[in-house]
């Protein structure tokens, strides 16, 4: 894809200022201001435009170069950068979040890798239809999860058991207790 202009991200803010303005004409400085551009990617953006002529200066007419603009936003081109540029910024964005997590060091024990059902510490605690985890910061509670994550990891028919049995009759227990407060 060849090179696209810097201000093509621009060009809604570029329009809107053209719109409101109430000169009829707009001379190569004002061009230059407008995009951000120099004196000859000005005369470029200029080429080609009705305008008037005084010597070596010129100047465009405004709504001929609303007309160009506007043709330029409906095109095929416009419309791809405008969607790569938002693509960028996005996966630019995930990069961040992802590295600025990536940065956080999770204090671990050295015997994480290893971490059965019954070995996890008294703040974790684990029952059917509950989770409960005692923490006092965010990298303590990331290291509780990472506990317990390996601990599901090396002992899933424990985890198992232990979040699922009796897991009827809690269901059951809640179905009663939903029925009751509706009759109410």
Same mark, same amino acid.
């Given at each position: 894809?060849?090179?696209?202009?810097? +201000?093509?991200? @621009? *060009?809604?803010?570029?329009?809107?200022?053209?719109? /409101?303005?109430?000169?009829?004409?707009?001379?190569?400085?004002? %061009?230059?201001? *407008?995009?951000?551009? @120099?004196?000859? !990617?000005?005369?470029?953006?200029?080429? /080609?435009?009705? &305008?008037?002529?005084?010597?070596?200066?010129?100047? %465009?007419?405004?709504?001929?170069?609303?007309?160009?603009? $506007?043709?330029?936003?409906?095109?095929?081109? #416009?419309? +791809?950068?405008?969607?790569?540029?938002?693509?960028?910024?996005?996966?630019?964005?995930?990069?961040?979040?992802?590295?600025?997590? !990536?940065?956080? @060091?999770?204090?671990?024990?050295?015997? %994480?890798? =290893? !971490? !059965?059902?019954?070995?996890?510490? /008294?703040?974790?605690?684990?029952?059917?239809?509950?989770?409960?985890? $005692?923490? #006092? &910061?965010?990298?303590?509670?990331?290291?509780?999860?990472?506990? *317990?994550?390996?601990?599901?990891?090396?002992?899933?028919?424990? #985890?198992?058991?232990?979040?699922? =049995? &009796? /897991?009827?009759?809690?269901?059951?227990?809640?179905?009663?207790?939903?029925?009751?407060?509706?009759?109410?």
């Amino acid at each position: 894809m060849p090179y696209q202009p810097a +201000w093509f991200h @621009r *060009l809604d803010e570029i329009l809107e200022t053209l719109r /409101g303005m109430e000169s009829s004409h707009l001379d190569r400085q004002a %061009v230059q201001k *407008l995009f951000g551009v @120099r004196q000859r !990617r000005a005369r470029q953006l200029m080429a /080609g435009l009705p &305008g008037l002529r005084a010597g070596n200066a010129s100047a %465009v007419l405004r709504l001929a170069l609303i007309a160009r603009l $506007e043709e330029t936003a409906s095109g095929g081109v #416009f419309q +791809w950068e405008i969607n790569r540029r938002a693509r960028v910024v996005d996966e630019l964005d995930r990069t961040r979040r992802q590295l600025a997590a !990536r940065r956080v @060091r999770i204090p671990a024990a050295a015997d %994480v890798e =290893d !971490r !059965r059902l019954r070995d996890l510490p /008294g703040d974790i605690k684990l029952k059917p239809g509950e989770l409960r985890i $005692e923490f #006092f &910061g965010a990298e303590d509670l990331a290291a509780k999860l990472l506990e *317990l994550s390996k601990a599901m990891a090396n002992d899933w028919p424990a #985890f198992a058991r232990a979040v699922e =049995d &009796g /897991g009827q009759e809690a269901a059951a227990a809640r179905s009663l207790r939903l029925a009751n407060s509706l009759k109410r």
